[in-house]
Nanobody, 116 residues
Framework: QVQLVESGGGLVQAGGSLRLSCAASGRIFSSYIIGWFRQAPGKEREFVAR????????YYADSVKGRFTISRDNAKNTVYLQMNTLKPEDTAVYYCNARFGIVDYWGQGTQVTVSS
């Protein structure tokens, strides 16, 4: 069982930055993939970025490539999402996800609001 707790959301003006954190607890194996997803009002949840729990492999959605950076601190069991040059269309609830094979764990989400 894995528990995920997101933090770091808030209100920011367009062009600003935020850093989201995802604190993980429980049994996390090196083969886990940790990802960030987001869901805007009236829209489906969409993939943002992912990173392997071990190794440096990362992957980003085209909409955030070059603006967002995913990273992890294994010693702190935490994955971060650095979000720069934020746009109003980045407004959404951001969720942390841990995937191990076909098993998914989700956090409760953190709200990010970008004002124009």
């Amino acid at each position: 069982q894995v528990q995920l707790v997101e933090s770091g959301g808030g209100l920011v003006q367009a062009g600003g930055s935020l850093r989201l954190s995802c604190a993980a607890s429980g049994r996390i194996f090196s083969s886990y993939i940790i990802g960030w997803f987001r869901q805007a009002p009236g829209k489906e949840r969409e993939f943002v970025a992912r990173i392997r729990w071990s190794g440096d492999s990362t992957y980003y959605a085209d909409s955030v490539k070059g603006r967002f950076t995913i990273s992890r601190d294994n010693a702190k069991n935490t994955v971060y999402l650095q979000m720069n040059t934020l746009k109003p269309e980045d407004t959404a609830v951001y969720y942390c996800n841990a995937r191990f094979g076909i098993v998914d764990y989700w956090g409760q989400g953190t709200q990010v609001t970008v004002s124009s």
